[in-house]
């Protein structure tokens, strides 16, 4: 039995917002997707309709789902502006907002009372291998929480967390994460060419390592303690580096703090 197809309106189709859309285009999900941003160029022929300014909204329209994926700073002032645009267009329509630390009471405000489930995706999400932390506020028809959890699956993993307070941890941890991966594989390909070798070089291994240990996360079973114990010969290159690495007031407290600081920050987001 095929259900008949949802009608989204993307608001926001930035880094973010297009590595959702990509994932919507090429899943088998029945959807009519609209899409409200500024500059995206669809790919020739994609099945979606592209308005630039909310004013180019037609009246009548009747969105089962708008996902917001704009700045969170400028996230109430566009759903205000939005439902002056649609009123009672929005009435039946749920909101999911990828929006760092808006919570739910302000998207619910600012957007006239609509139900809203937020999500906190990552950029990898751009490639099919996301993370999403996932909250649905308890006035969401279940229908429409099982619709947002069905778009953010269509980019990879998704994790339904039981409060909305935790995803100020999920963004420290996954949604901020990438950057601190690939400020890893940064900081590797300047350390290669300290120790000498030319840039092309550095580059290569710093970035193909965290690819290949990336994986081996993914596909092996074995903690990530034990795939590191198993690089780590005794009295060898590996434990002399780590020795510095794992000093307690080095990576850490180090992480700790940092993710701390992202917490914290997504909290006084939400203020
Ligand atoms: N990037 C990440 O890693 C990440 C991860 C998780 C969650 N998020 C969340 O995702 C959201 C979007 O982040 P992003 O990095 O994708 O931002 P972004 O690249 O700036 O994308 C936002 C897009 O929305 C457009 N836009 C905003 N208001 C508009 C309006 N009224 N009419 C038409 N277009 C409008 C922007 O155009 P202009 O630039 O012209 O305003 C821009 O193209 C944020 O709330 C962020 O917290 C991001």
Known sequence: MTSSPNTILLAGCGHMG??????????????????LDRHYQPPA??????????????????????????????????????????????????????????SCANLAKASGGMAVVRAMPNTPAAIGAGTT????????????????????????????????????????????????VFLLAELLEKAGQHLGLNAETAKLLARNTVYGAGEMLHEDPLS?????????????????????FMAPDAWPATVERATE??????DELSQ
């Open 224 to 244: 990530a303690e034990q795939l590191r114990r198993n690089v780590t010969s005794p009295g060898g290159t590996t434990e002399a580096a780590l020795k510095v």
């Open 133 to 180: 932390g996932l909250y649905s506020a308890p006035d969401v028809p279940p229908a429409r929480a099982a619709l947002a959890a069905q778009l953010m699956k269509a980019v990879g993993a998704v994790v339904e967390v039981p409060h909305e307070n935790d995803l100020a941890a999920v963004t420290a941890i996954s949604g901020s994460g990438p950057a601190y």
């Open 261 to 266: 600081a992202a917490a914290h920050r997504a």
């Open 18 to 35: 297009s590595a959702l859309l990509h994932g919507w285009l090429k899943s088998k999900l029945p959807l009519r997707l609209y899409v």
């Open 45 to 102: 022929g994609a099945p979606v309709t592209v308005w630039r300014t909310l004013a180019d909204i037609p009246e009548d329209f009747r969105p089962d789902m708008v996902v917001l994926a704009v700045k969170p700073k400028g996230a109430d002032a566009f759903l205000e502006a939005l439902h002056e645009r649609l009123g009672r267009g929005l009435s039946h329509a749920t909101l999911l907002s990828v929006a760092a630390g808006r």
